[in-house]
């Protein structure tokens, strides 16, 4: 981005000149006016940097998927060459620019977005769970307190910062729940059953399962109540 940066540099130094060339209230007018177009389409070209910043953090991340970075420049064209002419940009020039910039930028703050959901919720899946009741206890209420906030930050809007929390807590949880043993066969799938969002009712899980829960130490984080009839 740094040609589109350059081209406003350009402006300015062309308002400048407004400014020196025409002294009176029309040219002060003027130099205003352009004044107050560079400051916003500035606002726009760093804010559209600053997505640009976020996109490629996330794509840097293991298994992250692709964001669509094309079009920087659209809209930039025709601003560029009132700049490189010699003349003042009019205020259509202004206004198509800044739409262009403004288009792009947000959609690539909309996929930021969509491609943090994903890749945090594959992350999340990935986690072995199930190994945590296998740790000692100071270990599971750490592996506890470690999901806990990967859940809450994937529910945040993406930025470079949240990337980085949410990439180091990770890396911590998956090297705890590395060093637990397997857990017992079955656990991790009557783990996902219960975590799926899905109301189960206590006929749905077997004495068989609920021994288990109970041998892992698990059965004191299920809460089962009576329907109303």
Do not use: Y
Request: glycine residues 4%; hydrophobic residues 45%.
């Amino acid at each position: 981005m740094s040609a589109p940066l350059s081209v406003l540099q350009k402006a300015e130094r062309l308002q400048a000149e407004a400014r020196r060339l025409n002294e009176g209230e029309k040219g002060e007018e003027e130099a205003r006016r352009i004044s107050e177009r560079i400051s916003v389409l500035h606002n726009q070209l760093m804010s559209l940097q600053r997505r640009l910043r976020i996109a490629r953090s996330l794509m840097a991340q293991p298994a992250a998927g692709d964001i669509d970075l094309s079009g920087l420049d659209t809209g930039l064209a025709a601003f560029t060459r009132h700049c490189e002419g010699g003349g003042l940009p009019p205020n259509p020039a202004f206004t198509r620019a800044s739409t262009a910039v403004q288009k792009v930028a947000d959609r690539i703050a909309q996929d930021s977005q969509e491609a943090w959901r994903q890749w945090t919720q594959a992350q999340l899946a990935a986690l072995q769970m199930a190994r945590q009741a296998m740790l000692s206890l100071q270990d599971q209420a750490r592996a506890k307190a470690l999901h806990q906030d990967l859940i809450k930050t994937a529910r945040a809007d993406v930025d470079a910062a949240v990337i980085t929390l949410f990439a180091n807590a990770h890396a911590e949880l998956a090297e705890l729940l590395e060093t637990a043993p397997p857990p017992p066969e079955g656990l991790q799938t009557l783990l996902d059953r219960l975590a799926s969002g899905t109301a189960l009712l206590l006929s749905d899980i077997t004495d068989v399962e609920i021994a288990l829960l109970r041998r892992v130490d698990l059965d004191a984080d299920l809460e089962v109540r009576r329907r109303r009839t």
